[in-house]
């Protein structure tokens, strides 16, 4: 017998419970249990993660989870807690995110006939509600629903306030299509368990009662708290700053570093929720945290975790290397994808080839900004606090050749501990 529950709920992961008799069917086996994914964008973000790895808990627990990405519900857009429409995708948009989010499910959860009857599922629920004819689902569904229930939901009634924005019928019928999303998928694959966000509890709510409406059957919902950034704001596709779990849009050193910085006062939260780390390593973490914060053993690790679950093992690697070389002449060794990311931060400045042999040193300096002036150039050369691609440059006259190049383009002009500026010669 599993111990989910008491995981769950250690790792902060149990916001809601519709039932408490879900407790007891999570300790077991066999539960069918879904979640939801938004295909606003053709990539799911560092919000997600704690959603598909409640799947992945789910699925090492001995249950079958159900990954549902939302073809047909990303045509009509979800209200809650945002304060304006969202803007509608065209066709062609959503097939495009549709391909991207499925990928990124896949690298988590075990979909082979090896995961016996714990076998992940990937489903569209445009392939369903492509298909309902708007009479039928009146008198189906609709029927068995309020306005006045649907309009006292939070995210639907924070909406109704603003006199200005409101809420469209198209965004109204949202819950709705969510509630049969849960039907169907209970009547097909006996699925019993909603999972979500707090965000998600009125929708969830709703599929319950409309299964037990119907069918007479109890099903279960849980909720767990939305991840927030140290600011308290939620990781989100609209917000600024959005950390990817696409490559091309966030890199894995970017990953990386993003969990490097983490707050002492957040680092624990996130080992629990957004890693599969063990308590016992959590625990000692934490310790950590308490005993000597300087050295952020926890970041490194949480940092480390997560880029591993994303990127694999690999990838992780390279960028803690990429971390830990940065500032020395070892920078030399990393391979150009990394490199160009760990120094995405860094001012660049754009140059010829023919510069290479008669650009010097103390130019550089000038024309980059790191001084103000060449008198400033050269008494920083001079004070030993100028580096090539991070070694020393020992006099004033040093030049920038072709010999300087990382891979046949970059340089990289430091002054000081850690004003760096990228020299890109085309």
Known sequence: MSHLWGDLTWRGLVHQSTDPELA?????RGLTGYVGFDPTAPSLHVGSLQQILLLVRLQQAGHAPVALAGGGTGLVGDPSFRADERPLLT????????????SQLERFLDFSAGAGSARARLVDNGEWLGQLRLLDFLRDVGKHFTVN???????VRARLQERDQGISFTEFTYMLLQAFDFLHLFETYDCRLQLGGSDQWGNITMGIDLIRRLHGVTAYGLTSPLVVKADGSKFGKTESGTVWLDAERTSPY??????????DSAVGDYLRRLTLLSRETILELDSAVATRPERREAQRALAAAVTTLVHGAEEARRAERAAEVLF??????LDEPTLVAALGDAPSTDLSRSDLGRLDVVDALVRTELVSSKGAARRAVQQGGVYVNNRRVDGVEATIGVEDLLHDRYVILRRGRKDQHVLRFG
């Open 254 to 263: 970017a990953l990386y570093q993003y969990f490097v910085r983490t707050e």
């Open 149 to 155: 229930a649907m309009m006292a939901k939070e995210s």
């Open 24 to 28: 007891a069917l999570l300790d077991q």
């Open 91 to 102: 066709s062609e948009e959503l097939a495009a995110h549709l391909d991207g989010i499925r």
């Open 328 to 333: 020395s002449e070892e920078i030399a060794s």
